[in-house]
């Protein structure tokens, strides 16, 4: 084997090894960056495209379960598209001005409280993420040694690439959050990830294999 087709196979074998690396840590679908569980009527969730595509919303929706129940009431996101990186901001309509700053999206249903499942779902079935316990009534909140999902502002773990896809599961919320004091609005439209770029739907073997021809 001559030494330049020696190299080349070693740069397609290294890309390829490389790729599927990156593959093992990626995000592949959108999540629940952020959750405001604030005073009064100061409620937000913040929904984060950690892939390298475009994502059309409106094939998405969020549903709130209030107190236990197992029918949401549904908020449908708009049609428009989040670039890759971006986040989509839903307050609640009556949040105080300085929240309703930072909303993308202003909703009625978004009143939930530390006791309400939230659940993101894709084409009208599909769970991509959720936050508390489909059919459970915790009481006040969801809590753990941390914190708990009443009154405090909770950010998504860099390190977290993909949702609770689950919602009838026990939830923690010291299971890929973290917590801050109540009404802190300062991270909203800005999550930060560590999960890496999603691999181009195109990428493939073959495709390796013939960029290095």
Request: net charge negative.
């Amino acid at each position: 084997m001559s030494t330049r087709i020696l190299k080349r196979a070693l740069a397609t074998v290294t890309l390829a090894v490389l790729w599927a690396a990156g593959a093992q840590a990626q995000t592949s679908n959108l999540i629940i960056s952020e959750y405001i569980e604030g005073s009064g009527n100061n409620k937000a969730i913040e929904i984060f495209n950690g892939t390298q595509d475009v994502v059309n919303l409106g094939s998405y929706r969020l549903d709130r379960y209030s107190n236990g129940s197992t029918t949401g009431f549904a908020i449908s996101l708009p049609a428009t598209n989040l670039a890759p990186g971006a986040a989509h901001v839903i307050v609640y309509n009556l949040a105080d001005a300085a929240l309703l700053a930072h909303a993308n999206q202003v909703d009625t249903n978004l009143n939930f409280n530390g006791n309400d499942a939230l659940v993101l779902v894709y084409g009208g079935s599909t769970v991509i993420d959720s936050i508390g316990r489909v059919g459970e009534d915790p009481g006040t909140a969801w809590t753990c040694s941390g914190g708990s999902t009443a009154n405090l502002t909770m950010r998504r773990i860099s390190s977290v690439c993909t949702g609770d896809t689950n919602p009838a599961d026990a939830f923690n919320p010291c299971a890929g959050w973290v917590f801050f004091a109540i009404d802190i609005f300062s991270g909203l439209g800005n999550h930060v990830t560590d999960c890496g770029a999603v691999p181009d739907e195109g990428t493939s073997w073959g495709g390796l294999k013939a960029t290095f021809r």
